[in-house]
């Protein structure tokens, strides 16, 4: 588990600074709401990177640590350094927030197989989450 669980931490940490490189490159007429909502977005995942870490300690593990580990770790990559409009970002988040959903739904499988009701619940509370984020991200492209 404390490999899933170092990976789920790897593509959260990714995920976070592309999430906030998004945040200063975004352009466009939407500019404030998707500046506001990218910042909201870093900010949750910023809580779950340090709830994730915690919960591979609990567990007797040993979480990543340097930012060279998170990027061989990570299947999420980095955003580059340009500016975008909104409809990409969303798009590409859309992406990586289902490979999230993927993390934690592996991590939920080896949790319920060893009985580690902790790690199973947390799992539970993210996959509510990441679930929720990817409806309302989809909902942005139906017109």
Do not use: C
């Not at 969303?90 to 993390?103: C, P």
């Not at 592996?106 to 509510?128: P, R, T």
Request: proline letters at 1%; a negative charge.
């Amino acid at each position: 588990m404390e490999k899933k669980l170092n990976v789920l931490l790897a593509d959260l940490v990714v995920e976070y600074h592309k999430l906030q490189n998004f945040h200063w490159f975004v352009k466009g007429k939407d500019f404030f709401t998707a500046h506001a909502k990218l910042e909201e977005l870093y900010d949750g995942v910023n809580k779950t990177i340090d709830e994730v870490g915690e919960y591979i300690l609990m567990s007797g593990g040993k979480p990543l640590g340097s930012l060279k580990e998170f990027l061989e770790v990570s299947g999420i990559e980095e955003a580059k350094m340009e500016f975008v409009k909104s409809k990409e970002i969303y798009q590409e988040v859309l992406s990586d927030f289902n490979k999230l959903l993927q993390d934690v739904m592996d991590v939920k499988d080896i949790a319920e197989e060893e009985e580690n009701y902790l790690i199973s619940a947390a799992m539970d509370d993210y996959i509510k989450h990441f679930t929720k984020s990817i409806w309302m991200l989809r909902q942005m492209f139906e017109e």
